[in-house]
């Protein structure tokens, strides 16, 4: 049997799945169960100005004090809508690169904001918050979710430079699931800490 002409008839037979389990294009969407493998526990947020929400650049950790006599062009700028972030606010947003494991492959997409709030149970900045008062809560937030089976909806992603696919959807799978905050937060008050 020649292979090309194998290969054409499982393309034409609707009961067959495709080869690819990839959107091939901007509009495809594709849905599939997953496992959450790994996340990238080093970088979950990015800044942007609270007003329009473009990208700001991260401030160094001994930036940003308020009420301070420190230079306000160690301040972000949003260059967007010429507001100075002191003044209009600035917010994290959570972008997360994520491991999954389909039935075929291991691939690493990215979780921006609305789906990561699905997995983690709060905001980014709140996270943030809850970090800062415990130094491994975002290794901890990766060891609560790995394992964790989810249904996801993956796109292309929006800007042509991107190296992968975006998460757009997210449905944990697990019935006694519990956001990654929730968890943290009971794991913590086990120990004794707040």
Known sequence: MNPESSNNNSQTNPRKRPLVEEPNNDKQRITLNSMVVAIDHNNLFYTVCSICEKTLPDPSPNTHIPNSSSSSSSIPFCKNCNFNSASSGSKRLFRVLISIATE???????????????????????????????????????????????????????????????????????????????????????????
Do not use: W
Request: charged share 25%; aromatic share 10%.
């Open 104 to 194: 075929k492959r291991v691939v690493v997409v990215i979780m921006f904001d609305r789906a990561a709030r699905v997995l983690f149970g709060c905001s980014a900045d709140e996270f943030f918050d809850f970090a800062k008062t415990h130094p491994f809560a975002a290794a901890s937030a990766g060891n609560a979710l790995e394992g964790e089976m989810m249904k996801i909806t993956l796109s292309q992603p929006k800007n042509g430079n991107a190296r992968h696919l975006r998460v757009v959807l997210v449905f944990p799978l697990r019935t006694g699931f519990q956001p990654v905050i929730k968890t943290l937060r009971e794991l913590y008050r086990a120990r004794g800490g707040s």
